[in-house]
């Protein structure tokens, strides 16, 4: 039996659970909304963590192909996630861990793995309660760890998926077991018919209603549009859907994703969360900073471009991490900094200085797969030779090697052992204890590992510290047995793993800004810490003055 304490006194010391789930249509925003309600909360000094729960069947996205998921965000201890992730981390400063995205995938094979261990003790596994028991366990993991004023759990998909039911049926037994220490938020569209001209409810009450006939009733809705919400349809919403008209929060259409957390302050979105798990409302938020952050980026005092060459430039979310750490690192330079995308299967010798034209720099993008190489290879070509400003990322950092043996080195059909196993000059080769692994997924070298950055280089001004930590999404390295001869044309290993005596970074000398890394440094940049790679790499392109 569950235990219902609607009634009873309020714990200030419990932790309080925030679901946020969303209908009609997919891509409304869950995340960002998670992110800003995070963001809300730290600023009024409380501590929240948030976790993405994914209704897919795969163990996790990283062996998803990115024109299904987007970007694959790789947390600290090396667990690959939902891209979500990477916004809950840029938003709330707030590390995550594997713990902070649970997929159906991970939840039945947990099942079935104790159901063949015998300890269900013979009984018939079933969705509900085993299934069900398993998701609320993972939600409540998080605060069992580590003590946090707010859980937020964002649920992926839309209400009424067939896939989504076993968790929204696990929130439905959680509001139960929680009482006041939950609250469910309901993100859902508002569309604008241009024919009508008007704004349309009707969306918004079917997805209320199945959520009522799935035993959720949502506390709070938050209404995505395109247009204000006159005040009476904020009160036809909250008549048909059950709540408050204070809980009616309209979201609309935002130029940039950081304006969200001020929007919904205005809405005082923060406030009828902790009204309604019965936590202080004294003070605002202080978002000072995020606010001096919104002023300088839609007041910059400087403008230009960069390349972002990769074979994924068409997707959005493709490389979502590295798009928003530019972001960061612009403001800090005081600059908008504009992105254009350039595939790289399509850029060769005969139109890469046309490709290239009017750049302040390029940044190769990591990936995987033999497609679009060649195009990189011959982008870092032009970079190099052009003294253009240069940042490499992963792969970006492996074909700036490639290209150095084969132009200056004089290793004609140099190449990694990725794409050519029997290159004769495999300068980029797989790494040994990778060499016997027969599966992909979390079979790469995943997570933060450490750096020792020599002093004489420009890194080590950029960091100011010698030792680093980066997080990393690979398996193939720098082939050591090369090493010497990139020293003497000097292209130096000025970044190294000792422990495993791995190149992790490769700096040009005598080229005004030219550095590849082996890890992924868009993975720690946030709006209150901008990447220092990322902040001097603009800082370069800034200063570009081609000759």
Not at 87 to 94: A, D, L, P, Q
Not at 200 to 228: F, Y
Not at 369 to 376: L, M, Q
Not at 445 to 451: E, S
């Amino acid at each position: 039996m569950f235990s219902v304490n609607y009634h009873s006194e309020p714990d200030m010391s419990s932790t309080k659970y925030i679901f946020v789930t969303g209908g009609v249509t997919s891509s409304l925003g869950k995340g960002i909304i998670s992110s800003s309600i995070a963001k809300l909360l730290v600023a009024r000094g409380f501590t929240v963590t948030i976790q993405k729960l994914d209704p897919y069947i795969n163990i996790d996205p990283g062996t998803l192909n990115p024109y299904e998921h987007g970007e694959c965000y790789v947390t600290e201890d090396g667990a690959e996630t939902d891209l979500d992730l990477g916004h809950y981390e840029r938003f709330s400063s707030v590390p995550t861990t594997q713990a902070n995205n649970v997929t159906t995938g991970v939840v039945y094979q947990s099942v079935i793995n104790k159901e063949r261990k015998g300890e269900f003790l013979g009984e018939t596994v079933q969705v509900i309660p085993h299934i069900t028991d398993e998701i609320k366990k993972r939600i409540r993991l998080l605060a069992s760890k580590q003590h946090y004023d707010f859980v937020i759990t964002e649920i992926g998909g839309t209400v009424g998926d067939i896939e989504s039911l076993p968790f929204i049926e696990s929130v439905r037994q959680l509001r139960w077991e929680l009482g006041k220490d939950s609250v469910v938020v309901h993100l859902t569209l508002v569309p604008y018919l241009a024919a009508a001209g008007e704004l349309k409810s009707k969306p918004t009450q079917h997805s209320v209603k199945t959520m009522l006939e799935q035993g959720v009733q949502p506390d709070i809705i938050v209404c995505r549009t395109e247009k204000h919400l006159p005040e009476s349809l904020r009160n036809k919403i909250a008549l048909f859907c059950n709540v408050n008209p204070s809980s009616v929060i309209e979201c609309i259409d935002a130029e940039s994703i950081y304006e969200v957390p001020v929007l919904m302050r205005q809405e005082n979105l923060d406030i009828e969360i902790l009204r309604k798990t019965e936590m202080p409302t004294d003070g605002i938020p202080d978002l000072r900073d995020w606010e001096k952050f919104l002023y300088t980026l839609k007041n910059p005092t400087c403008s230009f471009s960069i390349g972002l060459v990769g074979k994924y430039v068409e997707l959005k979310d493709a490389y979502k991490s590295i798009n928003e750490s530019i972001i960061h690192a612009g403001v800090s330079n005081g600059c908008k900094v504009n992105v254009i995308s350039l595939h790289s299967e399509f850029i060769d010798e005969n139109n890469v200085a046309e490709k290239l034209a009017g750049l302040n720099g390029i940044l190769v993008a990591p990936g995987f797969g033999e497609r679009g190489i060649e195009g990189k290879i011959t982008a870092i070509n032009y970079a190099r030779t052009h003294n253009l400003p240069f940042f490499g990322i992963c792969l970006g950092m492996q074909c700036a090697v490639i290209e150095f043996a084969r132009n200056v080195l004089g290793m004609k059909g140099a190449h990694s052992t990725e794409f050519n196993k029997k290159t004769p000059y495999p300068v980029i080769d797989m790494m040994e204890e990778q060499k016997k692994i027969m599966g992909l997924g979390g079979t790469m070298r995943l997570g933060a590992y450490p750096c020792k950055i020599s002093k004489s280089s420009k890194l080590f001004k950029i960091y100011k510290t010698v030792n680093i930590s980066e997080r990393h999404r690979h398996r193939y390295e720098f082939n050591n047995v090369y090493l010497d001869k990139y020293i003497k044309a000097g292209f130096l290993p000025v970044g190294i793993n000792e422990k495993d005596d791995l190149v992790e970074i490769m700096e040009l000398m005598g080229h005004p800004w030219f550095i590849g890394v082996q890890f992924h440094p868009e993975y720690k940049s946030t709006v209150a810490k901008p990447h220092p790679l990322f902040v001097a790499f603009i800082k370069a392109a800034r200063e570009y003055n081609p000759v």
